[in-house]
């Protein structure tokens, strides 16, 4: 209690900045099994709300492609949809590791679901709670935390991992911005009031050329693009709408510009660092729903006079399961703790990795039924694939923890 008044104190008087708040404010406590008292409750809280309205559903959600309006509206009267945000805005000010906990019981009961409530909170409501002005909360915050949707859009047609190369130009006129550009894989911007857009006033100078606005749906001259098909062993959850967008013309005031025109990379990397915490325990859900499904089967499943449990192959890859969601819950954990780049790239490359290796095991067990879309193995699949590509693919995840390693032992 002391601890929090202090580090409360800390952030009035502006020594420390929010997030690092947050982190310490969790790091003070111990976490894993012993999770705080609030941790506790929004982890049952969630748990109860994924078996409630989210696992009776997830296959009609994912096979029909519905975006699922109603669980959002509830998952909004628990306080979820404003998690970290400041009460003074609506928000519960709880810290990453509670959210990371709710996320991951929410993907367990509906990939799709948890997706939303991670890309909203993480990567959109943190931001603006963060770093934007009073007036900027005002308008793109309050809302937002009771049932607006927010959206982040950096990616575009020809830059996904390569940020620094966007071409969506933000022009000066005035006390304005102009944007004009195109946007790729925005996830729920088919139903999003507002987006968290990059543009670069100057390619020319690649990362320092970046800004970051704020920029409601409904102005003039942002145009969605067709839902895209996502599908398949390459997908994740149909029921999580992705879409481009363009802009043309696009009018912003200067009071939309968040941070300094040039700071817009720093702020797209920082957030980044958070909304692979997301990711993370976006995949250990959905883990966690393989390594059940398995267990349930196998337990009910009898092939040469016995449980498929109680085959020496079975049981070594239920084993292998659970040690890989355990290994990805630490890691997640972790990084939810003490937030770096090095330790959420860490914990999205192994959570994304396990889940993946998790999911596979979980079709193998089911055997035949592990291929048919009556059962839910095939979705976890699906499911679990995506994490390795969306939020930063694997493969730079291993890049950034390899070049911070080699950092901190002066090795570069
Ligand atoms: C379902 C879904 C939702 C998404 N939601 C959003 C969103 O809300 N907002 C948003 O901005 N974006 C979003 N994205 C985009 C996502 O972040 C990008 O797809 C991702 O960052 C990879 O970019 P890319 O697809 O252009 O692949 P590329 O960058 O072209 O990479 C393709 C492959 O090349 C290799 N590669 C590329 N660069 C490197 C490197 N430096 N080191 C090693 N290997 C490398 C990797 O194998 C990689 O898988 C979403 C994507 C999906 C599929």
């Keep these: 209690m002391a601890t929090g008044v202090a580090l409360k104190s800390l952030r009035l008087n502006n020594l420390l900045s929010a997030s690092c708040v947050k ?9 894993t099994s012993q999770l705080t008292e609030q941790q506790k409750e929004y982890q049952a809280l969630s748990k109860e709300f994924a078996d409630k309205y989210l696992k009776p559903n997830a296959a009609k959600h994912d096979l ?3 975006f699922p309006f109603d669980v959002i509206k509830k998952l909004t009267a628990t306080g979820l949809m404003g998690a970290c945000v400041d009460e003074e805005y609506g928000g519960k000010g709880l810290d990453y590791l509670t959210l990371a906990v709710a996320v991951e019981e929410l993907s367990r009961g509906c990939a799709s679901t948890g997706m939303i409530v991670s890309i909203h ?4 409501a943190n931001l603006v709670n963060e770093k934007g002005t009073p007036e900027q909360k005002d308008l793109f915050l309050r809302d937002y935390t009771k049932g607006s949707l927010g959206c982040f859009a950096l990616s575009e047609p020809g830059a996904g991992t390569d940020v620094a190369s966007i071409r969506t130009r933000a022009k000066k006129d005035g006390d304005h911005w102009i944007l004009n550009g195109e946007k790729s894989w925005v996830t729920t911007a088919v139903e999003g009031s507002a987006n968290i857009i990059f543009a670069t006033f100057d390619p020319e100078l690649k990362h320092k050329g970046i800004a970051c606005f704020l920029v409601p749906m409904d102005v003039d001259g942002v145009f969605r693009g067709r839902k895209e098909a996502i599908m398949s062993v390459s997908a994740c959850s149909r029921a999580v709408t992705s879409c481009a967008l363009t802009l043309e013309d696009v009018r912003v005031p200067q009071s939309y510009l968040v941070g300094e025109p040039g700071e817009g990379f720093k702020i797209a990397m920082e957030q980044l660092d958070q909304g692979r ?9 959905i883990a966690q729903a393989a390594l059940d499904t398995a267990i349930n089967y196998a337990k009910e499943r009898q092939a040469f006079g016995k449980p498929l449990s109680r085959l020496p192959s079975v049981k070594d890859r239920l084993t292998d399961m659970c040690i890989l969601v355990e290994t990805a819950r630490l890691a997640t ?3 939810a703790t003490e937030v770096s780049t090095k330790n959420s790239a860490m914990a999205k490359y192994i959570a994304g990795r396990n889940a993946a290796a998790v999911a596979d095991h979980c079709v193998q067990i089911l055997g035949g039924k592990g291929l048919s879309t009556r059962y839910s193995a095939e979705r976890h699949y699906r499911d679990a694939r995506g994490t390795q590509i969306y939020g930063g693919v694997t493969d730079i995840q291993k890049r950034l923890v390899g070049h911070f390693l080699l950092k901190e032992h002066d090795a570069l």
């Design 64 to 66: 029909e492609g519905r």
């Design 277 to 285: 915490i997301g990711i993370a325990a976006h995949a250990v859900g």
């Design 23 to 31: 982190a310490l404010a969790s790091q003070c406590r111990s976490f």
């Design 333 to 335: 954990y972790r990084a």
């Design 121 to 124: 909170n993480f990567l959109y």
